[in-house]
Nanobody, 123 residues
Framework: QLQASGGGSVQPGGSLRLSCVASGFTLEYYTSGWFRQAPGKEREAVSCISARGGRTAYADSFKGRFTISRDASKNTMSLQMDSLNPEDTAVYFC??????????????????WGQGTLVTVSS
């Protein structure tokens, strides 16, 4: 089970930190990913962190603004989001899987999903 939290409302330019606690999984054995889905849009990849080695990757829109991390001791993954803008409004999902390299940015590469947490950026 993956339990996401940390969503909420924030003004443009603000920050939020999302967390996802895993139970029944050992996070470091999987690639951990964050995706988001805005109203009327398809789910898109935000970032991922590889199993064991912990290498990170970001979609271009999020480089320099978002930071993904993983805490093995707490079996938790996080997404620090800074410089938020209204276009970041979406439901954010955490996911686990073992995608091949080229599939890291595709939802189909992840077998396990959290329930989603809503982020609203508005003045």
């Amino acid at each position: 089970q993956l339990q996401a939290s940390g969503g909420g409302s924030v003004q443009p330019g603000g920050s939020l930190r999302l967390s996802c606690v895993a139970s029944g999984f050992t996070l470091e054995y999987y690639t951990s990913g964050w995706f988001r889905q805005a109203p009327g849009k398809e789910r898109e990849a935000v970032s991922c962190i590889s199993a064991r080695g912990g290498r990170t990757a970001y979609a271009d829109s999020f480089k320099g603004r978002f930071t993904i991390s993983r805490d093995a001791s707490k079996n938790t993954m996080s997404l620090q989001m800074d410089s938020l803008n209204p276009e970041d409004t979406a439901v954010y999902f955490c996911a686990l899987g073992n995608p091949i390299h080229s599939e890291r940015g595709h939802a189909s590469g992840y077998a396990y999903w959290g329930q989603g947490t809503l982020v609203t950026v508005s003045s």
